[in-house]
Structures are given as structure tokens and as C-alpha cells.
């Protein structure tokens, strides 16, 4: 599975778990891969579902490492942060549906790269971001991970 096609299957699995819409029906086969591609970065940054529930709740990321490192795990191993710490969020746009496409122009728009001192508070800013420019944003993120 292409990291562009993961990253979309992200969105879906998380957007299924945040508003528990039974209808919206994903293949296990595809869910199993965003689960491991979770439980890998959670395992390598020491980040917990409960920084994801706090954050959840609250509608904001908690200033956390362990979270921050997290969110750079995740968008350095689907190919959307570069070894430059560059976030590639344009690159969503050929596999995404297109009713997210103004969404994620906006936020390449908005934020682009916010730099930080290195690869996890970049993506923590670069995340924190696309939050304050569109809280919708904070629905498909703040999700816990167990089913």
C-alpha cells in the first residue's frame, strides 16, 4: 500500500472512530494498516491515547514530546515531511477527495512549514497550525485509537 493511499485511509479510519458513524463502513484489510502504522509511532515516541483524549476534550495538542514526536512519526513515515523537515501537505491533493482539496490547499496556504527546533515541534507546529486555521481539522486528529 503507497503511503499517499495510508494517509488518506488515516483520515477515514480516524474520522470513523472520532464520530462513531456506523454507516461509514472501512475494510478491515485497510483499517489493519492504519492501526500498525499507529502502533508503530506510539511505540517509537512513548506518546499514549490518553495525550489523544486530553486533547480531544480540550480541542488543543498538550505540549507534549512524546505527542510531538508522535506527530512527526506519522507524517515522516507516510511521506508528507521530508528529511529536511519539510512538510509536503500539497501532496495530498492527487489522492484526496475532492471536496478536501480547498481544505488542504488552505492549510498549505495558512501554515506551510512552521519551523521548530527540530523534526517533532516542526510537525507539532506545522499541526497546531492547520488546528487554529481550521478547528475541522482537530475532528479528524483527536481520536483514540483502540476500537
Not at 508503530?40 to 495538542?61: P, Q, S, W
Not at 507524517?75 to 477527495?97: A, F, Q, T, W, Y
Not at 515541534?121 to 478547528?135: D, G, R, S
Amino acid at each position: 500500500m503507497n503511503a499517499k493511499r495510508l494517509v488518506f485511509l488515516l483520515l477515514i479510519y480516524q474520522y470513523k472512530l472520532l464520530t462513531e458513524v456506523e454507516a461509514l463502513e472501512v475494510p478491515k484489510h485497510m483499517i489493519s494498516g492504519v492501526k500498525k502504522l499507529t502502533n508503530i509511532c506510539l511505540k517509537e515516541t512513548g506518546a499514549t491515547e490518553d495525550l489523544f483524549k486530553d486533547a480531544r476534550t480540550t480541542g488543543k495538542l498538550p505540549n507534549n514530546q512524546n505527542l510531538k514526536c508522535f506527530l512527526h512519526c506519522v507524517l515522516d513515515k507516510i511521506g508528507l515531511m521530508d528529511e529536511d523537515n519539510i512538510v509536503h501537505l500539497d501532496n495530498l491533493i492527487e489522492i484526496m477527495p475532492p471536496d478536501f482539496v480547498p481544505i488542504i490547499e488552505q492549510l498549505h496556504t495558512a501554515c506551510g512549514t512552521q519551523s521548530g527546533a527540530d523534526g517533532c515541534e516542526t510537525a507539532f507546529l506545522t499541526v497546531e497550525c492547520y488546528i487554529k486555521t481550521n478547528p475541522y481539522i482537530s475532528k479528524i486528529l483527536f481520536v483514540t485509537f483502540g476500537e
